[in-house]
């Protein structure tokens, strides 16, 4: 069984940034990929970006120039580094693990980001 907790939420002003944590708990495997996902008020969940154990990343187009994701594999912890944050990145801020061989996903808590104009 796994378990992803989250920090590093909060409120920030347009242009500043934050910078989240996800650390996983159990077994991860090295096909396991890591992401981040956000859900604002009225919307789906949306990937923001993702990356596997080796460090290929793969980003939503709203954020690229603007986050980073990255992984310390050792630690069991998935980071996202945002910067230049804008109102309309204001979400619930999921983590997830994606187990494809055993069809399965893992969530976390999800952490709220709030960016005032």
């Known amino acids: 069984q796994v378990q992803l907790v989250e920090s590093g939420g909060g409120l920030v002003q347009a242009g500043g940034s934050l910078r989240l944590s996800c650390a996983a708990s159990?077994?991860?495997?090295?096909?396991?990929?890591m992401g981040w996902y956000r859900q604002a008020p009225g919307k789906q969940r949306e990937l923001v970006a993702a990356?596997?154990?080796?460090?290929?990343?793969n980003y939503a187009d709203s954020v690229k120039g603007r986050f980073t994701i990255s992984r310390d594999n050792a630690k069991k912890t998935v980071y996202l580094q945002m910067n230049s944050l804008k109102p309309e990145d204001t979400a619930v801020y999921y983590c997830?693990?994606?187990?494809?061989?055993?069809?399965?996903?893992?969530w976390g808590q999800g952490t709220q980001v709030t960016v005032s104009s």
């Open positions: 997830n693990l994606n187990r494809a061989f055993a069809t399965r996903d893992y």
């Open positions: 159990g077994i991860i495997f090295s096909s396991d990929v």
């Open positions: 990356i596997t154990v080796v460090g290929r990343t």
